[in-house]
């Protein structure tokens, strides 16, 4: 069993950065391929980015694509979201999701998810 919680979230201008962090528990962390899923009021849950189990392949949304980065510490069991250049689009509550998968921008290839963080970007 894998828990995951998210934070870093907040109310940021357009233009701004936000980092979003994911603390898991569990000791098998470090196998898992990492998501990022985000979900606006009133829309369905969209892929974000995603990162292999031991930090290789990423995989971005091409609307985040060159503003959004993702990483991760296994050592820390954490998985990060570094967002610049936010837009008003960009607008949701962020979700991180674990897996054993290599199908990763697919929501339901994952197992575990967290309670979400909100991000806000004014215009």
């Known amino acids: 069993q894998v828990q995951l919680v998210e934070s870093g979230g907040g109310l940021v201008q357009a233009g701004g950065s936000l980092k979003l962090s994911c603390a898991a528990s569990g000791r098998t962390f470090s196998s898992y391929a990492m998501g990022w899923f985000r979900q606006a009021p009133g829309k369905e849950r969209n892929f974000v980015a995603a990162?292999?189990?031991?930090?290789?392949?990423?995989y971005y949304a091409d609307s985040v694509k060159g503003r959004f980065t993702i990483s991760r510490n296994n050592a820390k069991n954490t998985v990060y979201l570094q967002m610049n250049s936010l837009k008003p689009e960009d607008t949701a509550v962020y979700y991180c999701?674990?897996?054993?998968?290599?199908?990763?921008?697919?929501?339901?290839?994952?197992?575990?998810w967290g309670q979400g963080t909100q991000v806000t970007v004014s215009s």
């Open positions: 999701a674990g897996g054993r998968t290599a199908d990763m921008s697919k929501s339901r290839a994952y197992d575990y």
């Open positions: 990162i292999s189990w031991n930090g290789g392949p990423t």
